[in-house]
């Protein structure tokens, strides 16, 4: 008799954890937009033609201003990631890139576009697949 108690208690606590993973399961495959991140790395939106050749424009004319940008990130990446980072080095290397990114911000505004990686603004620079696809998460027009 005892045995048959102890089986039971086991499929029964089988079954509940069963249950109890699907439903969790279920739960976090039913909200794809998780904390408010979208499982898509770079998104586009729908923009009017208008905007869209302003920011086609804007990507073809800096080109090298972005291209400067990665390099100078991967140098201060190489910079922090050393045994005793410089700081002297450091500083240099971030006041390049705030020189950078304010030559990118002064270009998007003569195009009506939202400077890109700026806040709340957009994340255009945030990654690498938005860089190489070129979306348009964060060229938004100013009339939004």
Not at 104 to 117: I, S, T
Request: proline letters at 3%; a positive charge.
């Amino acid at each position: 008799m005892i045995k048959k108690t102890n089986k039971k208690s086991i499929i029964l606590a089988a079954i509940l954890t069963s249950g109890i993973s699907l439903a969790i399961t279920q739960a976090a495959i039913a909200n794809p937009n998780w904390h408010g991140k979208s499982r898509v790395p770079c998104q586009a939106q729908q923009i009017d033609t208008v905007t869209q050749k302003a920011q086609e424009k804007f990507l073809q004319e800096t080109v090298e201003l972005r291209k400067q940008m990665m390099k100078k990130r991967a140098s201060m990446r190489a910079i922090m990631g050393a045994d005793t980072p410089d700081a002297a080095q450091a500083a240099k290397v971030a006041g390049e890139l705030f020189d950078l990114r304010e030559k990118l911000r002064l270009k998007a505004d003569e195009y009506g576009l939202a400077a890109p990686g700026m806040g709340q603004r957009g994340a255009f620079m945030g990654g690498p697949d938005c860089m190489t696809k070129g979306c348009s998460k964060g060229m938004r027009s100013k009339n939004f």
